[in-house]
């Protein structure tokens, strides 16, 4: 039973780690690599968000 428990602690410690390590990976909203990536990207699945930093930063600069 212990054991169990042992196991679910650390497969949500290693979940956690894994997100964390992948969200430094994301480039900095605005910079020439998010646009870019944002130009691959569905317009679909923007944001509202999404599409208003695109236009401040990558259209009007």
Same mark, same amino acid.
């Given at each position: 039973?212990?054991? !169990?428990?042992?196991? =679910? /602690?650390? $497969?949500?410690?290693?979940? +956690?780690?894994? &997100?964390?390590?992948?969200? $430094? %990976? +994301? @480039? #900095?909203?605005? &910079? #020439?690599?998010? %646009? *870019?990536?944002? /130009? #691959? =990207? @569905? /317009? $679909?699945?923007? &944001?509202?968000?999404? +599409? &208003?930093?695109? +236009? *401040?930063?990558? !259209?009007? /600069?």
């Amino acid at each position: 039973m212990k054991v !169990i428990v042992v196991v =679910k /602690k650390l $497969g949500l410690l290693c979940l +956690a780690a894994m &997100s964390l390590t992948l969200m $430094g %990976c +994301a @480039p #900095e909203v605005g &910079s #020439e690599a998010w %646009c *870019e990536d944002m /130009k #691959e =990207k @569905p /317009k $679909g699945d923007w &944001s509202t968000n999404d +599409a &208003s930093a695109y +236009a *401040e930063n990558c !259209i009007f /600069k």
